[in-house]
């Protein structure tokens, strides 16, 4: 195998390292794309009543979205990892921005499914998984420090977006708050994806806490292959566990407004709860994933859990 050299700046050197460059261009997309998507509670009453659809049905729509995103975040990680994240994640956005801002046009349950459930969770398969994927590569030291304060974007954008979504439908309707939402997502996302890189050795670097050598292609973090890790049971339980976690986590946020409403709750309110855990997460987030560089991860997953 060729070896690429690591290129020197010459002069000064840069006065950030592009790795957290990376870290903050991930951090604005899945701030955005996740707080709405987290957010869907907000919509669940006014859109289901208009629509005329049960509850089961509304849910069923957001369940679709989530197998679709689990589905392609399969697959479209395997395309980043051979084409880079620029590709995949302007793809995602052209899709998750399609699907948002057709939303004012639905008037029957099918659309719902099309555009939320289809294009909206076919383009989230390119957000999450994949670009936390890449943070791993360009961080070898700090890396669960910094993965934490990238996914403590979720838990950011649910604080910001589910009260102002609130105030939105308010002044509007869940229509015309979806285009919103769709054209700022589509912008940002689109817009960070043109300066993400895949890996250090793209730019004659090597990962932030590893000696500057001779790069070799690349960077690959350590650990088993795909087929390894399919025969391993570590893999499962942890597959089973995050599995339990996001059908929980899912169920809580699309369902906790809805009820909270009909409990006699302002849809304000409720949407300042939603806001509550959402603000948590940072919190929780960052806290474990700065112990977790110090403990280790298995401690903090189990504790994490725990709380959970």
Request: proline share 4%.
């Given at each position: 195998?060729?070896?690429?050299?690591?290129?020197?700046?010459k002069?000064?050197?840069?006065?950030?390292?592009?790795?957290?460059?990376?870290?903050?261009?991930?951090?604005?997309?899945?701030?955005?794309?996740?707080?709405?998507?987290?957010?869907?509670?907000?919509?669940?009453?006014?859109?289901s009543?208009?629509?005329?659809?049960?509850?089961?049905?509304t849910?069923l729509?957001?369940?679709?979205?989530?197998?679709?995103?689990?589905?392609?975040?399969?697959?479209?990680?395997?395309?980043?990892?051979?084409?880079?994240?620029?590709?995949v994640?302007?793809?995602?956005?052209?899709?998750?921005?399609?699907?948002?801002?057709?939303?004012?046009?639905?008037?029957?349950?099918?659309?719902?499914?099309?555009?939320?459930?289809?294009?909206?969770?076919?383009?989230?398969?390119?957000?999450?998984?994949?670009?936390?994927?890449?943070?791993?590569?360009?961080?070898?030291?700090?890396?669960?420090?910094?993965?934490?304060?990238?996914?403590?974007?979720?838990?950011?954008?649910?604080?910001?977006?589910?009260?102002?979504?609130?105030?939105?439908?308010?002044?509007?309707?869940?229509?015309?708050?979806?285009?919103?939402?769709?054209?700022?997502?589509?912008?940002?996302?689109?817009?960070?994806?043109?300066?993400?890189?895949?890996d250090?050795?793209?730019?004659?670097?090597?990962?932030?806490?590893?000696?500057?050598?001779?790069?070799?292609?690349?960077?690959?973090?350590?650990?088993?292959?795909?087929?390894?890790?399919?025969?391993?049971?570590?893999?499962?339980?942890?597959?089973?566990?995050?599995?339990?976690y996001?059908?929980?986590?899912?169920?809580?946020?699309?369902?906790?407004?809805?009820?909270?409403?009909?409990?006699?709750?302002?849809a304000?309110?409720?949407?300042?709860?939603?806001?509550?855990?959402?603000?948590?997460?940072?919190?929780?987030?960052?806290?474990?994933?700065?112990?977790?560089?110090?403990?280790?991860?298995?401690?903090?997953?189990?504790?994490?859990?725990?709380?959970?």
């Open positions: 195998m060729s070896t690429i050299p690591v290129e020197k700046f002069g000064s050197k840069p006065a950030l390292f592009y790795g957290y460059k990376v870290a903050i261009l991930a951090f604005l997309i899945l701030l955005f794309s996740y707080g709405l998507r987290f957010s869907f509670g907000v919509f669940f009453t006014p859109m009543g208009e629509l005329g659809l049960s509850n089961a049905t849910s729509v957001f369940s679709i979205s989530m197998l679709m995103e689990g589905l392609f975040n399969i697959i479209l990680g395997g395309i980043i990892d051979k084409y880079g994240p620029r590709l994640v302007s793809i995602s956005a052209l899709l998750i921005g399609a699907g948002y801002c057709l939303m004012p046009t639905v008037k029957s349950d099918w659309q719902l499914f099309f555009y939320y459930g289809g294009l909206v969770g076919i383009g989230m398969g390119g957000l999450f998984a994949p670009l936390v994927s890449i943070i791993a590569r360009w961080f070898s030291a700090k890396r669960n420090l910094i993965t934490g304060l990238v996914i403590s974007s979720v838990g950011l954008g649910v604080l910001i977006i589910s009260p102002l979504a609130n105030r939105l439908i308010m002044a509007f309707d869940w229509r015309v708050t979806f285009l919103i939402f769709g054209v700022v997502i589509l912008l940002v996302t689109l817009i960070c994806a043109q300066f993400l890189k895949r250090p050795s793209d730019l004659g670097l090597v990962p932030l806490g590893e000696e500057v050598k001779t790069a070799k292609g690349p960077n690959a973090v350590a650990g088993v292959d795909f087929k390894d890790a399919l025969r391993s049971y570590q893999f499962w339980f942890v597959f089973i566990i995050l599995f339990s996001g059908f929980c986590t899912s169920s809580v946020s699309i369902h906790l407004i809805p009820a909270a409403i009909k409990t006699g709750i302002s304000s309110a409720a949407a300042v709860v939603l806001a509550a855990i959402g603000g948590l997460q940072i919190v929780g987030r960052i806290g474990l994933g700065l112990a977790a560089d110090r403990l280790g991860n298995k401690i903090m997953f189990i504790g994490g859990f725990a709380l959970f």
